[in-house]
Nanobody, 122 residues
């Protein structure tokens, strides 16, 4: 079992940057693919990005490609989301999640964090 705790959210102006972190418990962190999702008020939870177990492969939603970067440090049991050139439409609660493999499919993720709010002002 994996427990995930996100941090790093906050309020930022459009064009700014934020770095989210997600710390995981357990000694099997490196055996999970990891993903970031986001959910805006009144909308479904959407895929943002995912990373493979080793960190060698990544996948991004078109809406964030070129602006967001996912990375992981298996020694620290932590996954990161660097968000640059933020836009008001990026405003959402951001969740990290763990799955048996890298995937963009929400239902494949068995473990979820509690979420961290990101608000981008115009």
């Amino acid at each position: 079992q994996v427990q995930l705790v996100e941090s790093g959210g906050g309020l930022v102006q459009a064009g700014g940057s934020l770095r989210l972190s997600c710390a995981a418990s357990g000694r099997t962190f490196s055996t999970y693919g990891l993903g970031w999702f986001r959910q805006a008020p009144g909308k479904e939870r959407d895929f943002v990005t995912a990373i493979s177990r080793s960190g060698g492969r990544t996948y991004y939603a078109d809406s964030v490609k070129g602006r967001f970067t996912i990375s992981r440090d298996n020694a620290k049991n932590t996954v990161y989301l660097q968000m640059n050139s933020l836009r008001p439409e990026d405003t959402a609660v951001y969740y990290c999640a763990a799955a048996l493999q890298m995937t963009y499919n929400t239902r494949d993720y068995a473990y979820w964090g509690q979420g961290t709010q990101v608000t981008v002002s115009s």
